[in-house]
């Protein structure tokens, strides 16, 4: 069983940054692809950025050029800076670990962009 917890959500003005964490539990993290997703009010959740056990990244088109997932294997920890942040990017974002057979999920942390 892998528990994720999220940190680092909040209020933040358009332009401005944040940087998400995700914190995992148990023996192999440094094997599983992790990912950040997000959920608008009325929106299906869909896929921020991932990383793989490599090191290889995909993002959203929406967030290219601005977002960088990054993974930490000696703390169990993935990251997510947001840079450059927009109004459409409120949202509930979630954590996300795959291994082959099973997924995990965080608790979801809320970002707010407003002015």
């Known amino acids: 069983q892998v528990q994720l917890v999220e940190s680092g959500g909040g209020l933040v003005q358009p332009g401005g940054s944040l940087r998400l964490s995700c914190a995992a539990s148990?023996?192999?993290?440094?094997?599983?692809?992790m990912g950040w997703f997000r959920q608008a009010p009325g929106q299906q959740r869909q896929l921020v950025a991932a990383?793989?056990?490599?090191?290889?990244?995909n993002y959203a088109d929406s967030v290219k050029g601005r977002f960088t997932i990054s993974r930490d294997n000696a703390k169990n920890t993935v990251y997510l800076q947001m840079n450059s942040l927009k109004l459409e990017d409120t949202a509930v974002y979630y954590c996300?670990?795959?291994?082959?057979?099973?997924?995990?999920w965080g608790q979801g942390t809320q970002v707010t962009v407003s002015s």
């Open positions: 996300n670990a795959a291994q082959v057979g099973s997924v995990y």
């Open positions: 148990g023996s192999f993290f440094s094997i599983m692809t």
């Open positions: 990383i793989i056990s490599g090191g290889s990244t």
